[in-house]
C-alpha cells in the first residue's frame, strides 16, 4: 500500500481542476508525496493565471457567456426569434403547468410574495407569448429565450440554485414531423455547444411526464426535449402541434471542459471562467 494524498491536498487539487487520477496517485514516502503536491499545485496555479489572462486581454469571454451568444446566434439563423420575459413568475402562470402547492417542485421554488416567484423555468411565459403570437404571426412560429432561473436545487456537483436556461419551441410544424425536427435541433444546439457524445432517452419529469432528455457520457442530463400538443396546452389555448427544447448552459460548459462540478462556471465570486481565484 502507497502513501496517498492527505484529505486537504486533494481538496486544493479539485478546486484547481486537476484531474481526478492525479488525487488517487500513490507515493512511497510522505516527502515524496508533498514534493509532488507542491508540483501539481503549482503547474495548475499557473495554469489558472494564464486563462485569467488570456481573459483580461480579451482574446475570449468567459465560457457560458460565449455559449449563450453563440447558441442566440445561430437560431436566429434558423428564423428563431429572441425573446425576453421577466424574471418574476405569478403563481398562476406556475399553477398552469401543474406545479400547485402540493407539486414537488413548488419545494424548490423561491417564493417573493404569496402571488409570486422567481421563474424557475422559462416554459409558462413562453406558453403566454404563443397564446398571443398565434393570432398575430403565421404558423411555423419559431421563439427562443434564455436567461436566468432559480431553483431550491438539492447541492451537489451538477446542481445550481441559479442558473442560466435557454428554452426554444418552434409551433405549428406538421405533427408528423415532430420527433424528425426534435432530432435536427437536438443535433444543431449539441454541435454549438461542442458536445460530441450523446443519445436520446425516454425520461419522466415531474412536469412535463415523459420527456426525451439528451443524456451524455456517464448519464448526465444535457438538455430535456418534449412534443405537443400535450396536456398543459388546455391551459394556455394551445392547440397546435410544438416541439420544445430546455437546456442548462453550465451543465453544457461542464461536461465540454470535463469540470467535476458546476459551481466551477456557475454565477460566483470564488470562480471565474472555471478559475478558482485564491491561486
Not at 488517487?24 to 485569467?52: C, H, P, V, Y
Not at 425516454?202 to 415523459?210: A, F, I, N, R, T
Not at 467535476?260 to 471565474?272: E, F, T
Request: net charge negative.
Amino acid at each position: 500500500m502507497g502513501i496517498q494524498l492527505t484529505d486537504i491536498q486533494k481538496q486544493r487539487l479539485r478546486e484547481l481542476n486537476a484531474p481526478a487520477e492525479l488525487a488517487e496517485a500513490l507515493f512511497d514516502e510522505e516527502e515524496e508525496r508533498n514534493r509532488a503536491f507542491q508540483e501539481m499545485e503549482k503547474s495548475l496555479a499557473e495554469a489558472g493565471r494564464q486563462a485569467l489572462t488570456q481573459l483580461r486581454d480579451g482574446s475570449h469571454r468567459t465560457a457560458v457567456c460565449e455559449l449563450e451568444a453563440t447558441l442566440a446566434e445561430t437560431l436566429r439563423a434558423e428564423g428563431f426569434i429572441q425573446v425576453i420575459t421577466p424574471l418574476f413568475l405569478s403563481k398562476g402562470l406556475l399553477e398552469r403547468m401543474s406545479v400547485t402547492s402540493d407539486h414537488p417542485l413548488n419545494r424548490q421554488v423561491y417564493w417573493l410574495n404569496p402571488q409570486q416567484c422567481l421563474r424557475p423555468m422559462l416554459a409558462p411565459h413562453l406558453y403566454a407569448l404563443l397564446k398571443r403570437l398565434v393570432r398575430l404571426w403565421e404558423k411555423p412560429i419559431r421563439i427562443f429565450e434564455v436567461g436566468p432561473c432559480f431553483r431550491k436545487e438539492s447541492k451537489g456537483s451538477h446542481h445550481l440554485d441559479e442558473f442560466t436556461m435557454l428554452n426554444l419551441v418552434e409551433l405549428g410544424l406538421p405533427t408528423e414531423s415532430r420527433h424528425e425536427r426534435l432530432k435536427e435541433l437536438a443535433h444543431l444546439v449539441t454541435k454549438v455547444s461542442g458536445i460530441r457524445h450523446y443519445e436520446l432517452m425516454l425520461k419522466s419529469s415531474e412536469v412535463y411526464g415523459e420527456t426525451i432528455d439528451l443524456v451524455g457520457e456517464k448519464g448526465t442530463e444535457l438538455c430535456s426535449c418534449a412534443v405537443g400538443p400535450h396536456p398543459l396546452d388546455d391551459a394556455w389555448g394551445i392547440t397546435d402541434p410544438w416541439v420544445g427544447l430546455g437546456l442548462g448552459l453550465e451543465r453544457l460548459v461542464m461536461v465540454r471542459e470535463g469540470y467535476q462540478n458546476i459551481q466551477r462556471v456557475g454565477r460566483s465570486l470564488i470562480y471565474l471562467d472555471g478559475v478558482r481565484l485564491n491561486i
